[in-house]
């Protein structure tokens, strides 16, 4: 298993102000993910973070509203930027570990972002 | 596409009632399906991975099975602490890691 952190775990924010989101792994791990959780919905990816490559984006998300760094094997950020109350979401980041006999995907606690 | 249906969206139940969840899933090839368990306000917790039909894991009260087309998360004897919503997400083989949640089922036990 994994042990993840996020920072900040919650913020209030004005409209058109940009955050940038921390994960911090405890064990190194090829690939990070980025989700967002909306009001009473379920998970959907953002995007997937690689160290030393361009994060790869799912669709309905882009790199300049929400860019993200790997500079190295255990941290990841997340930015939303130019924020709308439509923004107003929880984000997790979640890590992946993987052999040829198992597979187990770990979410860290959660960033709860208000918009105002 | 690959989809993943949670069934009921919100089951009640009275402490000790046991019950179980469904999660009717299509999916190219499937490399994993996962349980979750999330409380408010928290990242979800793992719970199971599954990989082939008749496949069962249990962990204390709860016992996930397999099939072809489906999962059902079994619930014996719950406590209230068992309230929670329990998700449900599929991993195919050419999706390089990336997984498909349901939408989950609000589960609440009742003293």
């Known amino acids: 298993s994994a042990v993840i952190s996020q920072k900040p775990s919650r913020d209030i924010c004005q409209r058109g102000t940009s955050l940038t989101i921390q994960c911090q792994v405890d064990?190194?791990?090829?690939?990070m993910f980025w989700y967002r959780q909306q009001p009473g919905q379920s998970l959907t990816l953002i995007a997937t973070?690689?160290?030393?490559?361009?994060?790869?984006?799912e669709s309905g998300f882009v790199i300049d509203k929400f860019p993200i760094s790997r500079p190295n094997l255990t941290f990841s950020t997340l930015t939303v930027s130019n924020m709308s109350p439509e923004d107003s979401s929880i984000y997790l980041c979640?890590?992946?570990?993987?052999?040829?006999?198992?597979?187990?995907?770990?979410f860290g606690p959660g960033t709860r972002l208000t918009v105002l | 596409e690959d989809q993943v249906t949670q069934s009921p969206e919100a089951l009640r139940l009275q402490e000790g009632e046991s019950s179980s969840l469904n999660c009717s899933y299509t999916?190219?090839?499937?490399?994993?399906l996962f349980w979750y368990r999330q409380d408010p306000g928290k990242g979800p917790e793992f719970l199971f991975t599954?990989?082939?039909a008749g496949e069962e894991k249990e962990k204390e009260r709860l016992k996930a099975t397999l099939t072809k087309k489906e999962s059902f998360l079994h619930i014996t004897a719950p406590k209230p602490e068992d309230s929670a919503t329990y998700l449900c997400?599929?991993?195919?083989?050419?999706?390089?890691?990336?997984?498909?949640f349901g939408s989950g089922t609000r589960l609440s036990i009742r003293p």
């Open positions: 979640s890590v992946d570990f993987a052999t040829s006999s198992y597979n187990e995907q770990f």
């Open positions: 064990s190194q791990v090829t690939m």
């Open positions: 973070a690689n160290q030393g490559s361009e994060a790869t984006y």
């Open positions: 999916v190219s090839g499937l490399r994993g």
């Open positions: 599954l990989y082939s």
């Open positions: 997400a599929v991993q195919a083989y050419s999706s390089a890691s990336k997984i498909i």
